[in-house]
């Protein structure tokens, strides 16, 4: 599986872990929430959903079809075909949530799994956003190294472009340092009282967001 599909397994996986769509639904909030999607078209988010279904993860009901009718018993045109997760495909779901590697740093990936931050434990939170942390300070130092050797052969717009990117790359950084001190201090609060660590429980681990005093947040899938 190529890393590009596979971060489209995840995204499909955890949409459908909230509600059964169909395929109009998935696409348009592939395309809306999950700004890395809005190139994807129907020809590529259908052969994900047939193997999706073909490994036991989904099922395909009919909308409006009585209980235990398959979506293959009904051929109305006009039929809309549901993606439902099964208890397998939940449970597929979670193992991908608890993958906390280089994969889950890179541009891409890093957006969709932080999109689905809300389902993710607070442990594998902090992995992926530290991990996201020193990609991104190592892309940092090589920008200023390669700027400091080339600066004098770029011309003042080349050089503005370069600035830029490293002020976007700066302007992440600053963002993950943010997140990743609020994840501690959430998880400094729920270790001292236990009231917080029942309601933590209770939520699923949610939260961690830093709160805001103005201005806007990165996107985590630019």
């Known amino acids: 599986m190529s890393r590009r599909s596979g971060i489209l397994e995840f ?16 696409r348009k909030r592939l395309n ?13 988010l259908y052969p ?10 989904l099922v395909e009901e009919t909308s409006g079809a009585p209980d235990g009718v398959p979506a293959t018993a009904l051929t109305g045109r006009r039929a809309k075909i549901v993606y439902r997760l ?18 889950a740093w890179e541009d891409e990936h890093f957006g969709v799994r932080f999109a689905f931050f809300g389902q993710t434990s ?16 190592e892309r ?22 370069q600035r830029h990117g490293m002020e976007s790359v700066e302007r992440e950084v600053r963002w993950l340092n943010e997140l990743i001190e609020s994840e501690r201090a959430g998880r400094e609060q729920r270790t001292s ?30």
């Open 32 to 44: 809306t929430s999950l700004g890395v999607f809005r190139a994807f078209s129907y020809g590529t």
């Open 193 to 222: 009282d236990p009231a917080a660590q029942d309601e933590s429980n209770q939520s699923g681990d949610a939260g961690g967001l830093p709160r805001r005093r103005g201005g806007s947040r990165p996107d985590p899938s630019e």
């Open 140 to 161: 940092l130092e090589k920008m200023r190294t390669s700027l400091a050797r080339t600066r004098e052969r770029l011309d003042d717009y080349t050089l503005e472009l």
């Open 48 to 57: 994900c959903l047939k193997a999706l279904v073909a490994n036991g993860w």
């Open 122 to 137: 607070r442990d594998v939170r902090m992995r992926v956003l530290e991990g996201r942390r020193s990609r991104l300070e």
């Open 11 to 26: 995204a499909v996986l955890g949409l459908l872990r909230e509600s059964p769509m169909h395929g109009y639904e998935l």
């Open 86 to 103: 099964t208890p397998a495909g939940k449970e597929h779901f979670e193992e991908l949530l608890s993958h906390s590697g280089p994969d």
